[in-house]
């Protein structure tokens, strides 16, 4: 069974900007996915439909074969979201986010303790469980986050640029995290990022997105072998309609 399957989706917002083109993908249950293009290309309007926080205007998706406009409650219970966006509540302390959340999904109070205590440790947090998030550094805010989204332990998490505006201790720290995750925990992962870096290093397959569409999906290997690139650097600024010499020129 694939953990999502998207056909031909699309979303076409009141403005009459479409942002979502019929894209089709398929992601294989427990496969570390990478979804890589530039900003406006379409990544979180996916992600925002799949979670629904916005509705399809056409085609389908399924999360595990749950259906994510009618069966809403059981495809979104079946996934972890951490934004790109750091959207805690200041006011409360580490504890009680995770708790909440844990709640709010429906799970036991021994049950959401005992995870709260094994996330606090995995994530290098159990220090700071009784800390408002206003008072946590920006690193801190993040493995909050993460840690957050994988609180009811679901079947797929979603990362949108979990590691931006980190340190490379950190982010270096993040990415053993969710390989073990993904590893350890058989948990599916779809990964948004802006770092070439970290989609080649943690990524089994990537999908290029641009201008709502689906451009091409494959391996790292794949796709450097598709766009006669020796990196995936250079298959993301063929992605995006640059190449060298082009880049070359521009510091001149």
């Given amino acids: 069974m694939s953990a999502l399957h998207v056909d031909k989706l699309e979303k076409t917002y009141a403005s009459g900007t479409q942002a979502l083109k019929g894209i089709s993908l398929d992601i294989p249950e427990g496969s570390f996915f990478g979804l890589l293009g530039p900003n406006g290309a379409g990544k979180s309007t996916l992600i925002h439909c799949i979670m629904g926080l ?4 056409g ?6 074969g ?4 009618k069966d809403y409650r059981a495809a979104r219970s079946l996934v972890g979201l951490a934004p790109q966006d750091v ?3 200041w006011f409360l302390t580490v504890e009680e986010t995770l708790d909440y959340h844990g709640g709010y999904y429906g799970m036991p109070k021994k049950e959401r ?3 709260t205590d094994e996330l606090l440790e995995a994530f ?3 220090e700071k469980r009784e800390s408002r998030a206003m008072q946590l550094s920006g690193g801190m805010k993040r493995r909050v986050v993460l840690a ?5 332990k679901p079947k797929m998490l979603i990362l949108d640029e979990p590691t931006a505006g980190v340190d490379v201790e950190l982010r270096l720290d993040l990415w053993k995290y969710m390989q073990n995750v993904n590893k350890k925990d058989k948990t599916t992962i779809l990964l948004t990022t802006h770092y070439i870096e970290e989609a080649e290093q943690l990524c ?6 641009n201008h709502g569409q689906i451009i091409k999906t494959g391996t790292s290997a794949e796709l450097k072998k598709h766009y006669k690139q020796k990196d995936l650097e250079g298959v993301y600024l063929a992605l995006i309609g640059r190449d060298e010499k082009a880049i070359k020129a521009g510091k001149k």
Wanted: overall charge negative.
């Fill in 148 to 152: 957050r989204a994988l609180m009811h």
């Fill in 59 to 64: 085609g389908k998706a399924e999360v595990f």
């Fill in 124 to 126: 290098s947090l159990t």
């Fill in 66 to 69: 749950h259906d994510i406009v």
């Fill in 87 to 89: 959207n805690l509540d």
């Fill in 54 to 57: 916005a509705m399809p205007t």
């Fill in 204 to 209: 089994d397959n990537l999908a290029l997105i």
């Fill in 113 to 115: 303790r005992e995870r």
